[in-house]
Nanobody
Framework: QVQLVESGGGLVQAGGSLRLSCAAS????????MNWYRQAPGKRREPVAT???????NYADSVKGRFTISRDNAKNTVYLQMNSLKPEDTAVYYC?????????WGRGTQVTVSS
């Protein structure tokens, strides 16, 4: 079955950096687009970044220029490099893949940015 496992979250001061990882299994990783979402307390889950099978990327306006999504098909892993973090980036970050009509999510990793 499809499994997505995130790691790399933690507590960081404003202006700092973190790199999130998402290890995927149960899919042909290289042919699928991968996504990162986040959900802050009391807010709806929102898209953060997407990377296609060909390596094209797209970002939410709030993270453009600060976050970078990448993938390593040999390791079935997608990454989210987060720089210049702000307190408003505090959220649970989720890895996501859509396969046909089904959505698959990881359990998430907490990112907390202190001011």
């Amino acid at each position: 079955q499809v499994q997505l496992v995130e790691s790399g979250g933690g507590l960081v001061q404003a202006g700092g950096s973190l790199r999130l990882s998402c290890a995927a299994s149960g899919i042909i990783f290289s042919i699928n687009a991968m996504n990162w979402y986040r959900q802050a307390p009391g807010k709806r889950r929102e898209p953060v970044a997407t990377i296609t099978s060909g390596g094209s990327t797209n970002y939410a306006d709030s993270v453009k220029g600060r976050f970078t999504i990448s993938r390593d098909n040999a390791k079935n892993t997608v990454y989210l490099q987060m720089n210049s973090l702000k307190p408003e980036d505090t959220a649970v970050y989720y890895c996501h893949i859509g396969l046909g009509s089904k959505d698959y999510w990881g359990r998430g990793t907490q990112v907390t940015v202190s001011s």
